[in-house]
DNA sequence: CAGGGCGATGTCAACGCTGACGGACTCGGG
DNA sequence: CCCGAGTCCGTCAGCGTTGACATCGCCCTG
């Protein structure tokens, strides 16, 4: 389609392709005035590399994968976001992937089914088992985000997980030094052990172990998902049962705005009356009122990270690696 | 990397290499049993086709590059995922680019600088001029969305335009329908005569015109950017101000969203009080208590278009598109 | 039994690019 | 004047794949 290739330039002016090629790579020797030429030529036809041709000669494309669940949901929207930020900062080009929790997509995606070749693959994995990795045949670098495959079986994956159970604890730990003792929990999951869910309800327990505090089971709020929806219906729920509350830890941010309409909406102070912490530190917490304490790592964090992993994939970063977390202040809490 | 070739899986079976890739790709005339014994062999040496000789082979790479300002941004992440779900529906990759509304980025992408060869770029651009499009050297297939770029000059250029007067005017008339009269209208700009926020303006003003009613300039709110945190405060503002309303038109359903927010917590019933109504007919619209009314094209909708047009580039499709509106009734009007 | 048609497979070249290597030419020192 | 080092540029081949075309054996028809 581009139709301009490199011997189209190299005839019009008059050298062999391989010095146009030269300078358009900066490879070899070319002198200052045929390099002119060759620039000029260059854009007098409108000349642009081919990137498959490229690609076929040396390994590389410079493309990457990547596959969340589901794009609506504002927490994969803003990992999105950073990858391809961040990529095109370091120049590559990120081509995305909706797996709807599916275990065939999930499948498909780490055999490249489909997928142009690419350096590397980023899965936020849901439905994939150990079974699944295990009978994985394709080579392409794989990098899992999250809880749900901590299982490693092939060589060529690499494991970025969250600190799930540590960043909850230091949330809780957050409201128990303010003062708080009602503090519920938004977003317990009937999941497996290592669900998101059942790590940070985890943390959440530590923290008030470690303070003395008892779990009350009328705080322990139960959700199908993570979703602004379900943090409204949560504290809805909780008001109406006049549970005793003076903080809020939702296990992710969208459930806390969730809830800050809600206790907005019956008017209670936040942070005065309920303090309320999230998890996941998407942007929107920046533009809530009251503005959002939430934990991290956010998505720029984690996609910085990532690509670290992927510039040094042929060296060491095989294995799991589990990022810091950080607690970001603001208003609510 | 992938390493394995068509003809190393040609070798073990003991055929030529153009016969297996006529298992592959189901062309040319293989009998059964060769057809079964290279199938076997490409299961067992785990071949997968490389896309990259394939496309020197042949122009085509399956790959559609969509570009827009911001994923962060609910109404693009829905329309990144709605691209990405047709995609993969239709066989296709999507790759994606934030232009973050930067004329030199959005410059650099219409000339598919820094991009692989890609089969066509959709582009939603905020910054563009007519003078980039006409400078512009790239031949690929260009996809423009939006009222931004209203003028074509390049042959290869499609646009699809939203039909903003008329599903404005309405949303208008729909919420006139229903005896309301004080309208306000929530999303005014000081942008150009073409941009989005002065057309769906002009529908607004359109409507009422028709069943003879004042445009109150109290009614006409202003704001920055189409964002939740806005259409909160523009309530809030118009609320604190006493003045009179019983309808809200948004003009998106990020502004309604955050309309219905500040409704909720002043104890302003909808639709009882104020109706609302949103623009574009994203998803989380059907979540929201109430759910909201909100006018169309979707996302899906306008993914669907674009792939059609897409696929159809060889023929007909250069020139403005415009498609057709639609109203989604729920509950908040 | 010649000739035509069809099924099944192979040969060849080319897509655009770039590494490896091989001239040719210049210049300065021995 | 010869030779090595340094410049500048070209030739060649091949990355993996697939169209165009050739080949070969077979059955069928007249």
Same mark, same amino acid.
């Given at each position: 389609m581009a139709g301009v290739t490199l011997r189209d330039v190299a005839l019009t002016v008059g050298v062999s392709a391989k010095t146009v090629s030269n300078v358009v790579n900066g490879t070899g020797w070319v002198s200052d005035e045929v390099r002119d030429r060759v620039k000029e030529a260059i854009r007098e036809l409108g000349y642009r590399p081919n990137f498959a041709a490229r690609q076929l000669r040396h390994g590389r494309t410079g493309l990457l994968a990547l596959a969340v669940p589901d794009l609506r949901e504002p927490?994969?929207?803003e990992l999105a976001a950073s990858f391809v930020g961040t990529a095109q900062k370091r120049g590559r080009t990120v081509l995305i992937n909706q797996t709807g929790a599916d275990r065939d997509i999930e499948r498909a995606l780490i055999e490249g089914e489909g997928l142009p070749s690419i350096d590397a693959l980023v899965l936020s994995p849901l439905a994939l088992t150990a079974e699944d990795l295990g009978a994985r045949r394709s080579r392409t670098p794989l990098v899992l985000l999250g809880e749900q495959a901590a299982v490693l079986l092939?060589?060529?994956? /690499?494991?970025?997980?969250m600190p799930n159970v540590t960043?909850?604890?230091?949330?809780v730990e957050h409201l128990i030094a303010q003062g708080r003792r009602r503090i519920a929990a938004i977003g317990i999951q009937n999941s497996g052990p290592n669900a998101s869910s059942s790590l940070r309800a985890l943390g959440y327990r530590e923290a008030l172990a470690g303070a003395g505090i008892?779990?009350?089971?009328?705080?322990?709020r139960e959700v199908?998902?993570?979703s602004r929806a379900e943090g409204t219906r949560s504290v809805e729920e909780m008001l109406g049962a006049r549970v005793e509350v003076d903080a809020l830890f939702c296990f992710n941010d969208s459930l806390a705005f969730g809830a800050l309409h809600a206790l907005a909406v019956n008017g209670i102070r936040v942070p005065e009356d309920v303090a309320v912490v999230g998890f996941d530190d998407i942007d929107e917490g920046r533009y809530t009122v009251p503005t959002l304490t939430t934990v991290g790592p956010g998505p720029e964090?984690?996609?910085?990270? /990532?690509?670290?992993l992927i510039d040094r994939l042929e060296e060491q970063p095989i294995g799991r690696h589990v990022l810091p977390h950080e607690l970001v202040i603001r208003e609510s809490a």
């Open positions: 927490y994969f929207a092939d060589e060529s994956i /690499v494991h970025l997980g960043a909850s604890r230091a949330a008892a779990v009350d089971p009328a705080l322990l199908v998902h993570f964090v984690i996609a910085d990270h /990532v690509f670290d």
